[in-house]
């Protein structure tokens, strides 16, 4: 049996496929080569899915002491009997081979070095599997000739022709898909079982595709896509979905979806959230197999080691945040789900999926953390204000319901918000449900709405068309066909995503809020220092409290805790700029058409204190001390010194 060779740290091990005929044994060696950015060696790497993790084939290492055997997945010595060349040595860098899985240390060095392996790699090749008997080829023709009739604008992602035919066809025509189709069914199934296999559920693909240097080949059986090709097909499909009744289709494209996205550094919370339906097998990876998707100034501050227990790597990404930015955003992705868990109700189980999706763009609070962390109990105490206790709550979507994920449940999602109408209605009266129509509408949607984003989204959810369709909708009166109820689809599938896991709650304030399923009567709803997410909180004793997960109360998501409503005509919104090409917070007022960056809610800066300048202070703000003479993207008008200058009411707040 082969036993790995203590490995330098700067370098890698290759493995060259000895050349043979297909289903001959495999013969490889291993070689251990520096890895220099300039000069780096000649190697493809594979990107596969590691399948079962039994090791039930066997290879050969050719040794100056002779051949030694190396046991294998089936997964991976299929992929190497496929792309063995007759008459050729081909040389490749597989993880699973070229790390030693054995030795802890080495795999948390070389998970390190990752985005260098990947980025010197002469080619990335993607192996989705054999050609079975699910028709892939049909499938990677299909798709191809799809992408090369559209182009994908990746920093709006907007989709247009990229050929007259398509131009002149209702490819690209919304409105027209129901009755044209892209594919026949059969077609559509073949793409179905292609975007099934595992490759597509495994996490560690994600960095994989996104440090190809030049690009990455798909290779299923004997068929060839470039990953940008199938990536813009991908595309294509999520906007124009199929026949609904073709099992798991939109479950499926979406998940396929996710990983086209894969195009720029996110911040950590972002890609979790992403990532959060891939698979892995060690769970600590959830965090190191996505590092180089993530910001450096994030990424930096973790590095993996796997001699930590997977509670450990999850506390301290919570605790390296808290310390290094005075950022609780973490909190936001705990869901409490057993009041007895293994984990601290204030760290997040990446392990598993949250069953809500994570609230984009909440700005709840732009104050630094106040936070203390106690190793003795493993509390967190933090501080923040008390915002209310839940007094109502309705689930909204049945155990059933849940499990629907195609557009034969639109009838359903219409039902479960007719329920939900007749309860809103009955809590709150049907006068204070009307005049707060459009506050409710956001509140169920999570304002996932186009107007957020400025330019506008122009493939997102308009909220005044939105809103006509939700007065209809919520008339319990009426009775909407089903090509009224399919001209609303886009949104009752963002209601549909956001009721996933949630409740509707009516809190002592009579504030309407979704919050996961968990929550109860006489829970707390706080805003706290460094958590730009409203959290749900459940007292235990007299001090201790549960984190049950953030929640969505439309009154409280713009920084209204600290520093009251805005004024009116001033949104707040993510807004894009041309010259860093990133979207930024800004103000807008839509009356005067004017934006800026600072909070109109905000006065003069307090004395000793002067804004700074630098190159992007047209998009973001950034403060010195002149007596202390420091630096700090956090506004000192906001600070703890300023909240308590205008008697804003804090309290401490421990977690258990």
Request: aromatic residues 8%; negative net charge; proline residues 4%.
């Amino acid at each position: 049996m082969y036993i790995h060779l203590p490995l330098d740290e700067q370098c890698i091990r290759v493995l060259t496929v000895l050349a043979g005929s297909y289903g001959s044994d495999i013969h490889i060696n291993l070689s251990h080569v520096k890895l220099e950015p300039n000069d780096p060696p000649r190697y493809e790497a594979l990107s596969y899915a590691w399948g079962s993790n039994v090791l039930s084939h066997l290879i050969y290492v050719d040794t100056e002491d002779g051949q030694q055997s190396l046991p294998v997945t089936e997964n991976l010595y299929t992929a190497l009997q496929h792309l063995r060349d007759e008459s050729l040595h081909r040389t490749l860098w597989v993880d699973a081979v070229c790390i030693n899985q054995r030795n802890d240390e080495e795999r948390g060095q070389q998970v390190a070095r990752m985005a260098d392996i990947y980025r010197s790699a002469a080619k990335v090749i993607i192996w989705l599997g054999p050609d079975d008997a699910d028709n892939s080829t049909a499938a990677i023709e299909a798709l191809r000739t799809l992408a090369s009739g559209v182009h994908v604008d990746w920093t709006t992602y907007t989709i247009s022709a990229a050929s007259e035919e398509v131009a002149n066809s209702d490819w690209l025509d919304f409105t027209k898909m129901r009755h044209a189709p892209l594919f026949d069914e059969e077609t559509w199934v073949s793409i179905v079982w292609l975007l099934k296999r595992s490759w597509f559920s495994r996490l560690w693909i994600w960095q994989e595709v996104y440090l190809a240097r030049s690009g990455a080949n798909v290779i299923c059986g004997d068929d060839t896509i470039s990953w940008e090709d199938l990536r813009k097909a991908i595309y294509a499909l999520c906007l124009q979905p199929g026949p609904y009744h073709v099992r798991d289709i939109v479950e499926i494209v979406d998940r396929a979806t996710r990983i086209t996205f894969v195009d720029a550094k996110k911040s950590l919370k972002e890609v979790l959230e992403r990532t959060k339906h891939a698979q892995c097998s060690d769970p600590r990876d959830k965090i190191y197999g996505v590092l180089n998707l993530v910001e450096e100034t994030q990424k930096s501050s973790i590095q993996p080691d796997y001699t930590k227990t997977t509670v450990e790597v999850f506390r301290d990404v919570m605790l390296t945040c808290l310390l290094n930015y005075g950022d609780l955003k973490y909190l936001s992705c705990c869901e409490l789900q057993d009041e007895r868990g293994k984990f601290p109700s204030w760290v997040p189980d990446w392990s598993v999926p949250n069953k809500c999706r994570i609230l984009w763009g909440a700005k709840a609070c732009w104050v630094p953390a106040r936070a203390t962390y106690s190793d003795i109990d493993e509390t967190l105490i933090v501080t923040g204000r008390h915002m209310g206790k839940i007094a109502e709550v309705q689930q909204i979507l049945t155990d059933d319901l849940a499990g629907i994920v195609n557009g034969s449940c639109l009838q359903e999602i219409y039902a479960a918000l007719a329920r939900l109408t007749s309860w809103l209605r009955n809590q709150l009266g049907n006068d204070i449900f009307d005049r707060q129509l459009e506050t409710i509408c956001r509140t169920l949607c999570c304002n996932e709405f186009s107007d957020v984003i400025e330019p506008p989204n122009k493939i997102g959810l308009d909220c005044q068309a939105t809103l006509v369709h939700f007065r209809i909708l919520t008339d319990l009166m009426a009775e909407p066909t089903d090509d009224f109820l399919y001209s609303c689809t886009m949104f009752l599938g963002t209601l549909y995503n956001n009721l996933l896991g949630r409740s509707c709650v009516i809190t002592d304030e009579g504030c309407v809020g979704l919050a996961p399923n968990t929550a109860h009567q006489g829970d707390s709803i706080v805003v706290l220092l460094g958590c730009q997410s409203p959290i749900v909180l459940r007292p235990r004793g007299d001090e201790d409290h549960l984190v049950v997960g953030e929640v969505y109360v439309h009154d409280l998501m713009t920084g209204e805790a600290f520093q009251g409503p805005l004024p009116s005509n001033w949104r707040l919104v993510f807004r894009y700029d041309e010259i860093t090409g990133e979207h930024w917070d800004a103000f807008i007022d839509r009356g005067r058409d004017v934006w800026q960056v600072e909070d109109p809610r905000l006065g003069p800066l307090p004395e000793g204190w002067a804004e700074e300048r630098h190159p992007k202070q047209h998009v973001v703000a950034i403060y010195r001390n002149m007596r202390e003479d420091y630096t700090t993207g956090w506004d000192p008008r906001l600070m703890l010194p300023a909240l308590r200058a205008r008697d804003v009411e804090l309290r401490e707040f421990k977690l258990i």
